[in-house]
């Protein structure tokens, strides 16, 4: 039994026409952000509900819609140096680049 090539898929989709409505209103905390992400009809992967676009991870999808849809809206900032930074991403992007030889 062999898994379907998912994250080829995915990768390969054009960007989504999204962009007619503008950006989309609410998540006023990072955790609403979760509200736009959806289980697959067909439980192989998550699905945003704001364009369609669909990810093999809740935390993927979470990502996808804090960067295309709320980007720059909350603000993050590193425990370990205080720096901030403008998307969850961006932040762990950090995190490895900075402090990726500490424990936490
Ligand atoms: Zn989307
Ligand atoms: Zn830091």
């Given at each position: 039994m062999t898994?379907?090539?998912i994250i080829s898929a995915v990768h390969g989709l054009p960007p989504p026409?999204?962009?007619a409505a503008g950006a989309p209103t609410a998540a006023e905390d990072p955790?609403?952000?979760h509200a736009y992400v959806i289980e697959d009809t067909a439980g192989s992967g998550f699905s945003c509900t704001l364009c369609g676009?669909?990810?093999v991870s809740r935390r993927d999808m979470?990502?996808?819609v804090e960067s295309v849809h709320f980007?720059?809206?909350f603000?993050?900032?590193c425990a370990l140096c205080a720096v901030k930074l403008s998307s969850r991403k961006a932040l762990d992007n950090h995190k490895y680049r900075h402090h990726r030889s500490t424990s936490n």
């Amino acid at each position: 039994m062999t898994l379907q090539p998912i994250i080829s898929a995915v990768h390969g989709l054009p960007p989504p026409a999204f962009a007619a409505a503008g950006a989309p209103t609410a998540a006023e905390d990072p955790r609403d952000l979760h509200a736009y992400v959806i289980e697959d009809t067909a439980g192989s992967g998550f699905s945003c509900t704001l364009c369609g676009r669909t990810g093999v991870s809740r935390r993927d999808m979470r990502n996808h819609v804090e960067s295309v849809h709320f980007p720059n809206m909350f603000t993050y900032e590193c425990a370990l140096c205080a720096v901030k930074l403008s998307s969850r991403k961006a932040l762990d992007n950090h995190k490895y680049r900075h402090h990726r030889s500490t424990s936490n």
